[in-house]
């Protein structure tokens, strides 16, 4: 059974830092892109950013929103995956959702359950 | 950008109720449009790919067509586990782009 489970979110100051993180289970992980999906209080979904695999060099791709200020990285040994986010803005308060791209379709085909950020002074 | 629309933003709808849900590109994105489940306080659940093609496990109550700019989902026989927000989203193209979210209530 595929699993995502994300950890790292909590309260930070504007300007502040946070770094995620998804414990990939169930399935080969290092085949797989993966993305980050965030959700603000009570609006709708909003893409973050992707990593493709090591075939594909490990490149990135990321939402205007946040990128120069959001890095997006992996470690294929440990099935994990991460978001460092930097200056960090009241905008950024969402729940963040890691995502696995399907190999065949490239669509989402499972989600984490979410971490929640809340950036407040 | 590519811009997804949804209509409409919210429906109500009684047990046993067919139920279409629009979603519409800015530009064209073929085949490349997925649909989302989301009930409250919970992850997104993937519905179906490629505009039509139902994702391992989800029923057979949901599907979904169109291709080029206009897409639909539609559920057959609306049960209460499906009262919830559903999204589109396109991924032709970067940036990946969500719709604004159609919530099924209950009439």
């Known amino acids: 059974e595929v699993q995502l489970v994300e950890s790292g979110g909590g309260l930070v100051q504007p300007g502040g830092s946070l770094r995620l993180s998804c414990a990939a289970s169930g399935f080969t992980f290092s085949d797989h892109f993966m993305d980050w999906v965030r959700q603000a209080p009570g609006k709708g979904l909003e893409w973050v950013g992707r990593t493709r695999n090591k075939a594909n060099s490990y490149t990135t791709e990321y939402a205007a929103s946040v990128k120069g200020r959001f890095t997006i990285s992996r470690d294929d040994s440990k099935n994990s995956l991460y978001l460092q986010m930097n200056s960090l803005k009241t905008e950024d308060t969402a729940v963040y959702y890691c995502a696995r791209v399907s190999s065949g379709s490239y669509s989402f085909d499972s989600w984490g359950q979410g971490t929640l950020v809340t950036v407040s002074s | 950008d590519i811009q997804m629309t949804q209509s409409p933003s919210s429906l109500s709808a009684s047990v046993g109720d067919r139920v279409t849900i629009t979603c519409r590109a800015s530009q064209g994105i073929s085949s490349s449009l997925a649909w989302f489940q989301q009930r409250p306080g919970k992850a997104p659940k993937s519905l179906i790919y490629?505009?039509?093609s139902l994702q391992s496990g989800v029923p057979s109550k949901f599907s979904g067509s169109g291709s080029g700019t206009d897409f639909t989902l539609t559920i057959s026989s609306l049960q209460p586990e499906d009262f919830a927000t559903y999204y589109c989203?396109?991924?032709?193209?970067?940036?990946?782009?969500f719709g604004g979210g159609t919530k099924v209530e209950i009439k």
């Open positions: 490629a505009a039509s």
């Open positions: 989203q396109q991924y032709s193209s970067y940036p990946l782009t």
